[in-house]
């Protein structure tokens, strides 16, 4: 077990190299710092002082490594759009937000979903069976930014249930949170039906019915610790899933989170901010996977003992 979790965190420190070598590199692309900092009627002086400062005078292999000095400890300078607030900290400040977003999305998804699709897979062929599936294909055919124009519509502007746009409260989370949970509810549903199907056919499952066990043991002692394996290895890309889709549903209700600054950080070119915001998306996600590869390990007990 130790050298398998060993190999996950020495995996994902090597792909968080890999990403901070790829913003690097994107912030090269996107232009020079002078252009985007000076104003058009700098002097040459001035320019060079500025490139001097920002270390722009040394070569890209240096440039790279203070680089990645530097975000090692979290600093990627002061942002550009928000004058006078610490690029990462400003992140930081946003991530309770989306993390708030996220953990309720993700608790509606699991809490929906995985209820349709063990009901789905026990009573195959039924309407409930013919209703989940209709209800998994239409959640996965929706635009999540289309669905969330649409629950404002119906809960804010018809019914006035629920705010618009902010946060503040639980209220405030409702609207987003389902609508970046719908879909992940669709995908979760089915994958959790199509794995409890195939568990249900196994032949321990037929000797524990010949046995007398009830059908509440059969599906929930015996079938579904083995059948959760599968959707268990589908939480990785649920937290992925959901941090994207914030970035989308964020600017669409106005929640000031990590994805919204994100948005306003690529439209004011803050290149601080930007770097800040993908490195911390990277290693939100890198964490969410570590979590996951230790819930397979217990589990999964061919890893534990391995």
């Known amino acids: 077990m130790l050298r398998y979790l060993s190999l996950r965190v020495a995996s994902s420190l090597f792909a968080l190299l890999i990403i901070s070598m790829i913003v690097f590199s994107l912030s090269q692309l996107s232009g020079s710092p002078v252009d985007a900092l000076l104003p058009d009627d700098a002097t040459h002086e001035q320019i060079e002082n500025f490139v001097r400062e920002w270390g722009l005078d040394q070569p890209l292999w240096k440039q790279y490594l203070t680089f990645l000095g530097n975000a090692v400890q979290g600093d990627f300078g002061v942002s550009l759009k928000w004058p006078g607030e610490n690029a990462m900290g400003f992140v930081m400040d946003r991530m309770s937000a989306t993390l708030k977003l996220g953990g309720l999305s993700i608790l509606i998804t699991v809490l929906v979903a995985m209820p349709l699709g063990i009901a789905s897979a026990v009573y195959k062929g039924s309407m409930i069976d013919k209703t989940t599936q209709g209800f998994a294909l239409l959640g996965q055919s929706m635009p999540n930014f289309w669905l969330g124009i649409v629950l404002i519509w119906v809960f804010s502007v018809w019914l006035g249930w629920l705010p618009t746009s902010g946060m503040g409260s639980i209220a405030h989370l409702v609207l987003p949170a389902v609508a970046i949970a719908w879909f992940q509810i669709s995908a979760l549903a089915r994958l959790t039906r199509s794995s409890m199907l195939e568990v249900l056919d196994a032949e321990y499952i037929k000797l524990a019915r010949v046995k007398g066990a009830s059908e509440w043991a059969v599906v ?61 998306y990277a290693v939100i996600y890198m964490l969410s996977n570590l979590f996951v590869d230790l819930l397979y390990v217990v589990v999964n007990p061919r890893i534990r003992h391995g």
């Open 220 to 280: 929930f002692k015996h079938a579904l610790r083995n059948a959760a394996v599968v959707p268990l290895t589908y939480f990785g890309i649920l937290a992925a899933s959901i941090l994207t889709g914030s970035v989308v549903i964020e600017s669409v209700y106005s929640y000031p989170g990590m994805g919204w600054v994100a948005i306003e950080a690529i439209r004011g070119r803050d290149f601080p901010v930007v770097q800040a915001v993908i490195i911390a």
